[in-house]
């Protein structure tokens, strides 16, 4: 694909509500094709975003543009680009799945065969051609999910804006949804998605955005920023003597801290990689360590996670 240009740009967004800095100075862009993801703990301002871009809700200040367009100055020009799928399902209990899509693919102004195309193509791609005539009161979580992205995907959008879709489904229903994503992305499609959950995310996003407070903390694929936090691993060696020589010529090194001998066992952070840790049993080997045993525990997303952010609410 060589058409790489931004699909999404979030430009210096700010959005005040009275005194709550909901989004506080946002930029990022996301590229066609693209899946980014928006990851922050609850309140951070990951709906509100969403809603601007959404054209939903208007910024304090700054823009936010969708294929060049801007919320502010052409709304309509956004609204046919972009599909939204809102956290909360509307209620519509009596309507069934094809009225459903078909009241909004009326909405986008689809008329005769374009239309149903359009409805045998997402219930397809949703997998929802065996629950067509199916209330909506009797769908289940997941199929709840499945039928708001089929809506949010009904007039063809190049962009999706995706808020929390994997809320609530179990874990094959996650997976399946990954797969969704990642193929529309395939497709050409450029895509914002949201959650609390960096894990959750990291598989299918191609980048991320650490928002806390509405501020962004962290932007790139989830290795930099894996990286770009040095967050250090946790080292346990068991030596079987000179356990204080050790504890020293550990403890002139710049790479070690948070040093702990306990009998033979000795622990310790440790800042480099894994091939830095290789070097380092080489070279306490060669320092004629008896070394029985080396262990080390890379820290996990989730452990970056919460060192990226702080976990304040406003
Ligand atoms: N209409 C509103 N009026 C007043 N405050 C609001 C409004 N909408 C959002 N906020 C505030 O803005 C902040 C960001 O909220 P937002 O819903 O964007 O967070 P979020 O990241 O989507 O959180 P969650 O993970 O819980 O969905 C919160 O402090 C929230 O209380
Ligand atoms: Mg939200």
């Not at 740009?9 to 094709?33: C, I, K, P």
């Not at 809102?86 to 239309?115: H, K, Q, S």
């Not at 809506?151 to 804006?161: G, K, T």
Request: glycine share 8%; with cysteine.
């Amino acid at each position: 694909m060589n058409d790489v240009r931004p699909m999404i740009m979030l430009q210096r967004l700010h959005r005040f509500f009275d005194n709550t800095r909901a989004v506080d100075d946002v930029s990022f862009e996301v590229m066609r094709g693209e899946v980014f993801g928006y990851i922050g703990p609850n309140g951070a301002g990951k709906t509100t975003s969403m809603r601007i871009l959404a054209t939903l809700d208007l910024p304090t200040y700054g823009d936010a543009l969708v294929d060049g367009f801007s919320v502010i100055n052409d709304p309509d020009r956004v609204r046919r680009r972009l599909g939204f799928m809102p956290d909360a399902f509307g209620t519509y209990p009596n309507v069934n799945c094809r009225e459903y899509l078909d009241f909004f693919a009326r909405a986008y102004g689809l008329r005769g065969r374009e239309r149903s195309d359009a409805l045998k193509h997402v219930m397809g791609f949703t997998k929802l051609d065996g629950l067509a005539e199916k209330p909506i009161r009797g769908l289940s979580k997941g199929m709840k999910q499945r039928l708001c992205l089929g809506r949010s995907m009904i007039h063809d959008p190049s962009v999706l804006i995706l808020d929390e879709p994997a809320a609530g489904l179990d874990p094959r229903a996650r997976i399946e949804l990954r797969q969704m994503i990642r193929e529309l992305a395939d497709h050409g499609k450029t895509i914002l998605v949201s959650s609390h959950i960096l894990t959750e995310l990291a598989e299918m996003c191609d980048r991320v955005g650490i928002i806390e407070q509405g501020q962004l903390l962290a932007v790139g694929a989830v290795e930099e920023i894996q990286r770009g936090h040095a967050v250090l691993s946790e080292v346990e060696i068991r030596v079987l003597e000179n356990v204080a020589r050790l504890r020293q010529w550990l403890a002139d090194r710049g790479d070690i801290e948070n040093l702990v001998v306990d009998g033979e066992l000795v622990r310790f952070s440790h800042a480099g990689d894994r091939r830095e840790q290789a070097a380092l049993l080489r070279e306490m080997v060669l320092a004629d360590f008896s070394i029985a045993a080396f262990g080390c525990h890379v820290k996990s997303l989730e452990d970056v996670f919460m060192h990226v952010t702080q976990g304040f609410v406003q």
